[in-house]
């Protein structure tokens, strides 16, 4: 699994709904990052961390917001869920920044009806 | 801006063939550049980087990749195609100069290989 696990792996929700992704991560990484992917859309990224306590808006933050309060855990947490906001949510880990791989989760298949 | 762009959304090879998925990148400053994998219903695995020296990459699983500066590409290889080679396949870049290792993906190129 990379070293990284995301709960839950699917979830519906419902328009206003709220939620929070889940991602932990074992190799004490100091990066990470949550992904979304739409079908033919290749993956946006919607925020990233450099370390606890640091993190920054990717290419497609709204709706969204993250806290890092440890090494290990980036949870994403969808405040009002909205359609547009159907997708598959990777997180992945990396210990450098540019030059390293990405390590990815599973995902979470999230559908807002 | 920084951008990658992965001309085919599917390549359809016979087993044994050799197959080429194609990447083009378009990024201030020097490249770094990834190729993952993505099987049904599971995250993306990393198959090779191009971070400097040779221009020829082998990765992982018998590919590899040329990374051609002035053509802006970074085209997947394989000699011989397998059918566990069908599969999603993304191309990403990051900045060199940036110290955050945000990627920036293609949109995928699905590689069908028949028996």
Not at chain 2, 52 to 74: C, I, M, P, R, W
Request: one cysteine or more.
């Amino acid at each position: 699994n990379a070293g990284v696990t995301q709960t839950p792996k699917f979830r519906i929700l419902k328009i206003g709904q709220s939620m929070t992704l889940q991602c932990t991560q074992d190799m004490n990484h100091n990066y990470m990052y949550w992904y979304r992917q739409d079908p033919g859309m290749g993956l946006k990224l919607i925020y990233y961390s450099v370390g606890a306590g640091i993190t920054d808006k990717g290419e497609v933050p709204n709706g969204y917001n993250v806290s890092r309060s440890t090494t290990e855990d980036f949870p994403l947490r969808l405040e009002l869920a909205a359609p547009s906001q159907t997708s598959v949510y990777f997180c992945a880990h990396s210990t450098l920044a540019a030059t390293d791989t990405q390590y990815f989760g599973p995902g979470t298949r999230l559908t807002v009806l | 801006a920084q951008s990658v762009a992965q001309p085919e959304d599917q390549v359809n090879v016979a087993e044994g063939n050799p197959l080429t998925v194609k990447c083009t990148y378009s990024v201030s400053g020097n490249p770094y550049l990834f190729w993952y994998v993505q099987y049904p219903n599971r995250g993306l695995q990393f198959l090779l980087k191009y971070i400097t020296g040779d221009n020829l990459v082998k990765g992982s699983y018998g590919f590899e990749a040329e990374f051609n500066k002035s053509q802006t590409s970074f085209h997947l290889k394989k000699p011989s195609a397998l059918v566990s080679d069908s599969a999603l396949y993304f191309c990403a870049v990051s900045r060199g100069s940036s110290n955050t290792g945000k990627l920036i993906f293609g949109q995928g190129t699905t590689l069908q290989v028949k028996p």
